[in-house]
């Protein structure tokens, strides 16, 4: 089996799809850091079914799914495809013909995951075991993760097995064997509660067989009830056909009335139609009327409205024009001013143009007399830089002669300090030779007891590994114990819930005792449902050899609802009646005592006693036992019974311990029931309470075990603290040793390196004598030398002095020519500056002119068309007002109409009800008439 190929598209850093194709030869896949090398593993390790994000260095699965850049945003999915040849032979009988196979997941950021194999659906664990009969997976030897190398090479002997069964094979069927023994252990526990359920179903039949009878009854006598209801609807069917032939001579005779009543009523609509027309007519008239008023009424408000905007038009137009009056008379006055300003402007700026011709000439001639100080002063700087570089370069050399003489001074001094310092060099490497010997001997000696320290160490290590080595084994078996002690528990706890669930449930009981516990539990003992205090099952406890006697002899008494009082028992059967909950039988807790003969055992062997010795009742219903068991006798077998039956001669029920009953008056009752295989109420309380028991002390085995494993896990960390910190000191002493034998080692280094020193320094000494003759012979030859460089630079000094003072006096009148031309130069500049703000000031001037003439013309138009306005509005008030007086007159007329034809209208309004009310007498006979 191969690698042949990895496709990634969305997992991780793979954002685009990227094929890597596994050439034959390739082994390695390298690169930098952050390339994406361990992710190509984790692709292969996701796509062959790894379900952990922790194993694929993330927090949550979502984490493979590329999350985005700066640039680029996330995927919404991660898909590998994953391609492997050369697969003949090791692949399951489905796909022996291929020798290729694709597989494929993909995971959605939704949470939606697809496996594919050769692009068909399929589910993961069709991956996983098509993989581990190929002998690879996600969690096999052919992943190898980063240190797991190391790992695999220092493990022990048993986990190296796990490696040696994967590349064997055995894997696979090791993990078919715990996946079958995992679902036998699960069947096996849903068989345990089938059972339970089963064997308390078949406690149900008896039950449900008579109800089952009852609802036959109850169909019967329905069907009775029917037939009943049949036959006296017949008799009142009858009974009502001879009222009916009554009622119909009467009706002729009203029917024959109601005929003239409606003619009487035609007639009376007939008019009603007529006044209602007339109405209708008169009404439209006086709506047109209103109109025709209404319209006029609003003509008059437009014209009203018209004169008060046209007034309101004048005032405003005799406003605009003060105005633009008073603005006309003020624009005529800017214009002027600034006439008058534009005259002043134009007479300062020929002013200052003769100012500036006149200082233009002045600053000519001074600028070609500083030109001739100028060249002057050149000349002068050129002899003196001449004279100065003279100067300098035989202070240089003077400087160079004194810089030798005090550098040979100074290696004079020099080889005298280091004489000196080499004197007491060999003094003090002297003193450290034989410091260094007395060290060396001292670190030999702890050499010498870190080592002796050292065996002690590993001595005491390997003590500590043999214990923890022993602690893990009993650990091992210590918690074998408690998977077992856990396993039983849990067994145990299972069946107690199955148990508790049918008798909460009150599986198996009758649906009256079912609905009035329910009752109970939920409500409590309220009013409407009476103090009830359980069932008689709830009162009664015995051994387990004697229940099926108890419950033989009890049957459907024990389902018996145990209540305080016969008006309890009145108030549960009506709350049973209104629910409609089915039926009951209701005890009292002290019922009428019934008085019983003493039972006499007279000597008869296999006689266990009267019942109430082998039952045990709670406080209180010591009379309900009395009641219920009082005349029961247990024996051992039918045999006894029966003998005991014939020569006693008492009247006594007894019982057997197999539940076989032989009743005072010779009836017996025996054999096995439809639910034989199944328990009793007793038997399935008392095995409810052995579970309760047993469950209690598994828990505190466990508990008891779950202490000893933390037991051995302190020790075991204790000696396996206690091992590291031996390891840690046995590593501290071997640093030690290292450091102590690299201390002998420096003392040895520097002994050797001091010896060589001393020698060092002695030749040193000679050398340095040498050197200090031949720097006094080269002192003497440049203080000659100095002599002469001095006497010639005193001569130097004193021309350089003479030029200097020349140049100073040239240097004052040419800055006084410059300071002059200076003046000049700031003189024209502000004359110019002036120049050019006249100008601008004139533009401005200008332009104000020409803006306050347009203005002055605005105000000219604004004026003549505000006169046209005002004539135009006080025709309009003249219009409007002979118009009002017009609608006034048409307004008045039509009123007065208006007057006129409402008061007709009203009599006729007035005839109209007359005539409705004669109709509405007529209608009420006939309404009358038609109820007889």
Not at 60 to 67: H, R
Not at 87 to 112: C, V
Not at 360 to 373: A, D, H, M, S, Y
Request: one cysteine or more; charged letters at 35%.
């Amino acid at each position: 089996m191969q690698l042949k190929s990895l496709t990634m598209t969305g997992f991780k850093s793979f954002a685009d799809k990227t094929s890597v194709v596994f050439q034959p030869g390739i082994t390695a896949v390298v690169g930098p850091n952050g390339c994406g090398k361990s992710n190509i593993s984790d692709g292969i390790r996701w796509v062959l079914g790894e379900q952990s994000a922790k194993h694929l260095r993330g927090d949550k699965m979502e984490d493979v799914i590329f999350n985005g850049t700066e640039s680029r945003k996330p995927t919404g999915m991660a898909e590998v495809t994953l391609t492997l040849t050369d697969m003949a032979g090791q692949l399951p009988p489905g796909f022996g013909d291929y020798n290729e196979i694709e597989i494929t997941r993909r995971l959605f950021r939704s949470g939606e995951s697809e496996y594919h194999i050769n692009k068909i659906p399929c589910r993961l664990k069709d991956i996983r075991d098509l993989m581990m009969d190929a002998g690879v997976g996600a969690k096999v030897h052919a992943i190898i993760e980063q240190d797991r190398v190391d790992q695999i090479l220092s493990s022990k002997p048993q986990d190296r097995r796990f490696l040696f069964e994967e590349a064997a094979g055995v894997m696979k069927y090791k993990a078919r064997r715990q996946e079958a023994l995992s679902k036998l252990e699960s069947t096996q526990q849903n068989q345990v509660r089938v059972n339970d359920i089963l064997s308390e179903v078949k406690r149900q039949v008896n039950s449900l067989d008579r109800q089952a009878k009852k609802a036959e009854r109850y169909q019967k006598l329905r069907s009775e009830m029917k037939d009943l209801d049949y036959r006296l609807s017949a008799v009142e069917y009858s009974n009502l056909g001879l009222g009916w032939n009554a009622a119909t001579e009467e009706f002729r005779s009203l029917e024959n009335g109601s005929t003239e009543l409606h003619a009487s009523l035609s007639k009376a609509e007939s008019a009603i139609e007529e006044a209602r027309a007339d109405a209708l007519a008169a009404e439209r008239e006086l709506t047109t009327l209103q109109n025709r008023i209404h319209e006029t009424e609003s003509a008059l408000a437009r014209a009203e409205h018209r004169v008060e905007m046209s007034k309101s038009q004048i005032a405003s137009l005799t406003d605009q024009r003060a105005r633009d009056l008073a603005d006309r008379e003020y624009l005529t006055q800017e214009i002027a001013r600034v006439a008058e300003a534009r005259s002043r402007g134009a007479e300062e700026q020929r002013t200052m143009a003769s100012a500036m011709e006149e200082k233009n000439g002045r600053l000519k001639q001074r600028t070609t007399v500083i030109e001739g100080l100028a060249e002057n002063l050149r000349s002068k700087e050129q002899q003196l830089e001449e004279t100065r570089a003279g100067v300098y370069s035989a202070v240089t050399e003077s400087a160079a002669e004194h810089s030798r003489i005090t550098t040979f001074q100074a290696r004079l001094s020099q080889l005298d300090e280091e004489s000196e310092r080499g004197r007491k060099e060999t003094g003090e490497l002297e003193q450290r030779l034989q410091e260094s010997t007395l060290a060396l001997q001292t670190r030999e000696r702890e050499l010498a007891e870190i080592a002796e320290r050292g065996d002690a160490l590993q001595e005491e290590r390997r003590s500590i590994i043999a214990r923890i080595e022993e602690t893990t084994a009993n650990k091992k078996t210590a918690e074998t114990n408690l998977g077992e002690a856990k396993d039983r528990l849990s067994d145990r706890n299972s069946r107690l819930r199955s148990l508790l669930e049918l008798e909460q449930s009150l599986e198996g009981y009758q649906k009256g005792v079912q609905t009035v516990m329910s009752a109970r539990k939920e409500n409590g003992n309220g009013e409407r449902l009476g103090k009830i205090h359980g069932l008689v099952a709830d009162m009664l406890e015995t051994e387990p050899r004697y229940e099926a006697a108890i419950e033989a002899v009890l049957g459907d008494r024990l389902q018996y609802v145990v209540v305080d009082s016969q008006t309890d028992s009145l108030k549960a059967i009506d709350f049973l009646k209104s629910k409609s909950g089915g039926r009951s039988t209701f005890v009292p807790r002290s019922p009428r005592e019934i008085k019983t003969e003493a039972f006499v055992k007279n000597g008869h062997s296999g006689v266990i006693g009267p019942a109430l010795q082998v039952v045990r009742c709670k406080d209180n219903f010591n009379d309900l036992a009395q009641y219920l068991l009082g005349d029961v006798v247990v024996v051992d077998t039918m045999q006894t019974a029966l003998h005991l039956w014939e020569h006693n001669g008492f009247h006594k029920t007894l019982v057997t311990l197999d539940g076989e009953i032989v009743d005072p008056w010779g009836a017996v009752t025996g054999g096995t029931t439809a639910d034989a295989g199944g328990r009793g109420i007793l038997a399935k309380r008392r095995e409810i309470k052995d579970l309760e028991q047993e469950t209690a002390a598994l828990s505190r085995r466990v508990e008891e075990l779950v202490a000893g494993v933390r037991e051995l896990e302190r020790s075991h960390d204790d000696n396996k603290a206690r091992e590291a910190e031996l390891s840690r000191e046995i590593h501290q002493t071997e640093i030690e040793l290292v450091n102590r034998e690299k201390d002998a080692a420096s003392l040895r280094d520097e002994t050797a390196r001091t010896s060589q020193r001393v020698a060092a320094l002695a030749d040193e000494a000679a050398g340095r004598a040498e050197r200090r003759t031949e720097l006094a012979a080269s002192i003497e030859r440049s203080t000659v030398l100095l002599q002469g460089l001095e006497d010639g630079k005193s001569s130097a000094q004193a021309a350089i002095e003479s030029l200097q003072k020349d140049l100073t006096d040239q240097k004052e009148s040419l800055e006084s020519a410059r300071a002059e031309i200076t003046e000049l130069r700031m003189a024209v500049a502000s004359l110019q500056e002036k120049q050019d703000a006249a100008a601008a000031n004139a533009a401005q001037l200008e332009h104000s002119g020409r803006e306050l003439q347009n203005r002055l013309d605005g105000r000219e138009k604004e004026l003549a068309d505000i006169v046209v306005k005002l004539q135009e509005s006080e025709k309009a008030i003249t219009e409007a007002e002979a118009e009002i007086k017009d609608r006034i007159v048409v307004r008045d007329a039509d009123r007065e109409v208006l007057v006129a034809r409402q008061e007709a209208y009203r009599e006729s309004a007035d005839g109209l009800r007359g005539i409705e009310e004669q109709a509405k007498e007529v209608r009420h006979d006939i309404e009358a008439a038609q109820k007889r």
